[in-house]
C-alpha cells in the first residue's frame, strides 16, 4: 500500500496565527493546509489523508468543539489538537473527554507546538497501521468457507483436531485438511499467529460460525 506523506491541516479564524504556524511547521518540512472556517474545512476535508488537525477552540460559526464532534460523528481517526487561549481550559477539558489527542495554549512556544505535532502523528501512523492490518484479516477472514469458519472458531478456542472432528461429526483427516486450508488462506505462521489475529479482531469473532 502507498502511503501518503502526512498533511498538517490548521483551521483558524486568525490570518496572523494560520500564517505563523505553517511558517513555524514548513521550516521543518511539514505539508500544511490551511482553512478559516470549519465550514471551509469540511468541505475538503479527506478522511484518508494521514496527518492531524491543528483546530482553534473558537471560531465564528462553527466551533471547533462542534467541528469535533461531526469529525466523530464521521468516525475520524484523524488526531485533534486544540489552539486554545487562556479562559478557554474547560473547553479543552471537554474536547479531551470528547477524544481530541491534546491542546496546547496560546501564544504557544514553537517546540511545544513541533512536539505536539510529531506525537500526533506518530498516533495517526498507528491508528492507521492497525486499521490497515484489520481490515486485511477481516477480508480474509471472509474469503473462507462456512466449514472453514467453524473450524477456525473451534482451534483458536484451543481444540484439538480430534475433537474438532468430534464436534462437527466428521474425521480427523477431514479437520486437519480444513486447518490448513484455514492457514494458508488467513496467512498464518502458526497456531499463535492465528490466534492473535482472531484476538485482535475479537469484535467480530461471532461471524466466525455465523451467529
Same mark, same amino acid.
Given at each position: 500500500?502507498?502511503?501518503?506523506?502526512?498533511?498538517?491541516? @490548521?483551521?483558524?479564524?486568525?490570518?496572523?496565527?494560520?500564517?505563523?504556524?505553517?511558517? !513555524? !511547521?514548513?521550516?521543518?518540512?511539514?505539508?500544511?493546509?490551511?482553512?478559516?472556517?470549519?465550514?471551509?474545512?469540511?468541505?475538503?476535508?479527506?478522511?484518508?489523508?494521514?496527518?492531524?488537525?491543528?483546530?482553534? @477552540?473558537?471560531?465564528?460559526?462553527?466551533?471547533?468543539?462542534?467541528?469535533?464532534?461531526?469529525?466523530?460523528? *464521521?468516525?475520524?481517526?484523524?488526531?485533534?489538537?486544540?489552539?486554545?487561549?487562556?479562559?478557554?481550559?474547560?473547553?479543552?477539558?471537554?474536547?479531551?473527554?470528547?477524544?481530541?489527542?491534546?491542546?496546547?495554549?496560546?501564544?504557544?512556544?514553537?517546540?511545544?507546538?513541533?512536539?505536539?505535532?510529531?506525537?500526533?502523528?506518530?498516533?495517526?501512523?498507528?491508528?492507521?497501521?492497525? @486499521?490497515?492490518?484489520?481490515?486485511?484479516?477481516?477480508?480474509? !477472514? *471472509?474469503?473462507?468457507?462456512?466449514?472453514?469458519?467453524?473450524?477456525?472458531?473451534?482451534?483458536?478456542?484451543?481444540?484439538?483436531?480430534?475433537?474438532?472432528?468430534?464436534?462437527?461429526?466428521?474425521? *480427523?483427516?477431514? /479437520?486437519? @485438511?480444513?486447518?490448513?486450508?484455514?492457514?494458508?488462506?488467513? *496467512?498464518?505462521?502458526? !497456531?499463535?499467529?492465528?490466534?492473535?489475529?482472531? /484476538?485482535?479482531?475479537?469484535?467480530?469473532?461471532?461471524?466466525?460460525?455465523?451467529?
Amino acid at each position: 500500500m502507498a502511503h501518503k506523506n502526512p498533511t498538517i491541516v @490548521i483551521v483558524d479564524d486568525d490570518l496572523a496565527v494560520r500564517t505563523a504556524v505553517r511558517l !513555524l !511547521l514548513r521550516s521543518v518540512n511539514f505539508t500544511v493546509e490551511m482553512y478559516c472556517s470549519g465550514d471551509e474545512f469540511l468541505s475538503a476535508f479527506n478522511p484518508d489523508l494521514p496527518g492531524c488537525l491543528l483546530l482553534d @477552540i473558537r471560531m465564528p460559526g462553527i466551533s471547533g468543539l462542534a467541528l469535533q464532534k461531526q469529525l466523530n460523528a *464521521q468516525h475520524s481517526t484523524t488526531p485533534v489538537i486544540f489552539m486554545t487561549g487562556h479562559g478557554d481550559v474547560p473547553m479543552a477539558v471537554e474536547a479531551m473527554q470528547n477524544g481530541a489527542f491534546d491542546f496546547i495554549q496560546k501564544p504557544f512556544h514553537d517546540d511545544k507546538l513541533l512536539e505536539t505535532t510529531n506525537r500526533a502523528l506518530k498516533k495517526d501512523e498507528e491508528t492507521r497501521h492497525s @486499521i490497515h492490518q484489520h481490515d486485511a484479516i477481516r477480508r480474509r !477472514l *471472509q474469503s473462507l468457507t462456512p466449514r472453514e469458519r467453524e473450524v477456525l472458531a473451534l482451534i483458536t478456542a484451543g481444540k484439538a483436531n480430534k475433537v474438532v472432528a468430534g464436534d462437527l461429526s466428521v474425521s *480427523q483427516r477431514t /479437520v486437519e @485438511i480444513h486447518r490448513s486450508r484455514v492457514m494458508e488462506k488467513m *496467512q498464518a505462521s502458526s !497456531l499463535a499467529h492465528l490466534v492473535r489475529m482472531v /484476538v485482535a479482531i475479537e469484535g467480530d469473532t461471532s461471524k466466525l460460525t455465523g451467529s
